[in-house]
C-alpha cells in the first residue's frame, strides 16, 4: 500500500516538474573544461535515467527495436524522450521503419530539420494518447484524442484495428502504457 502511494506523489510530482519544464522551453547549458565554454546540449530528465529493474517504458521499448530507429530519431530531433517516459499510462502508435519509408521522399530529412522540429513534435504527438487499452478493446471506440489536442479516427476492417488509417500490427505493453505497433505514420488533420 505503501509503495502504491509513493508512486503515485512521485508519478505526480514528476508532471508537475513536466509542466513546469515544458513552460520553460528549451534551455543549453554550458561546460566548462580548463577555463574554455562550448555551448552543448545536455540530456536531463527522467528519459535519461538507466534502470535496468524496471519493466521498460514506451521509450526504452523503441530504442531497442531494430524495427522503430527512425522512430526514435524523430522523438530526438523533437527533444521529446522526456514525454515518453512519464507515468502515463500512455499508448503510443509506433510506426516502423518501412512506415516512414513509404512517406514521400525527403520527408523524413526534411522533419528532422531543426528549423522543423515544431512540425515534427506536432506529428508525433499524433501518435501519443493517454491510456492503456488493449487493441482489443481499442475495437469500441470511434476516435481518441491525440496529445497534439487533435483527434483520430478508429476503424475496424476484416477484425483488424486502424488508427487513423494505420493497421496495428503488434502490442507491446511498458511499463507507463503501451506500444502498438503501426505500418503506416499517422498525419494529423491539416488546420
Not at 27 to 43: G, I, L, N, P, R
Not at 79 to 105: C, K, Q, R
Not at 106 to 115: A, D, F, I, S
Not at 123 to 147: C, D, M, R
Amino acid at each position: 500500500m505503501k509503495t502504491t502511494h509513493l508512486k503515485i506523489v512521485m508519478g505526480s510530482l514528476f508532471a508537475v516538474l513536466l509542466l513546469f519544464g515544458c513552460k520553460n522551453g528549451n534551455q543549453k547549458e554550458t561546460t566548462s573544461a580548463d577555463s574554455e565554454t562550448t555551448e552543448e546540449t545536455v540530456k536531463q530528465g527522467q528519459a535519461f535515467i538507466e534502470d535496468d529493474g524496471s519493466t521498460p517504458n514506451v521509450l526504452q521499448i523503441a530504442i531497442g527495436s531494430p524495427d522503430h530507429t527512425t522512430l526514435v530519431a524523430a522523438v530526438q530531433a523533437a527533444n521529446l524522450e522526456n514525454a515518453l517516459v512519464n507515468a502515463g499510462p500512455l499508448m503510443v502508435f509506433a510506426p516502423t521503419n518501412a512506415a516512414f519509408d513509404a512517406l514521400p521522399e525527403g520527408t523524413v530529412e526534411n522533419l528532422l530539420k531543426p528549423e522543423n522540429k515544431d512540425a515534427l513534435a506536432n506529428i508525433l504527438k499524433h501518435h501519443v494518447t493517454p491510456g492503456n487499452y488493449s487493441k482489443e478493446f481499442l475495437k469500441k471506440f470511434k476516435k481518441l484524442g491525440q496529445a497534439n489536442d487533435q483527434n483520430t479516427t478508429i476503424e475496424v476492417k476484416d477484425g483488424e484495428v486502424y488508427v487513423g488509417g494505420a493497421k496495428i500490427v503488434a502490442s507491446i505493453s511498458a511499463g507507463n502504457g503501451i506500444v502498438h505497433v503501426v505500418d503506416a505514420v499517422i498525419l494529423p488533420p491539416e488546420n
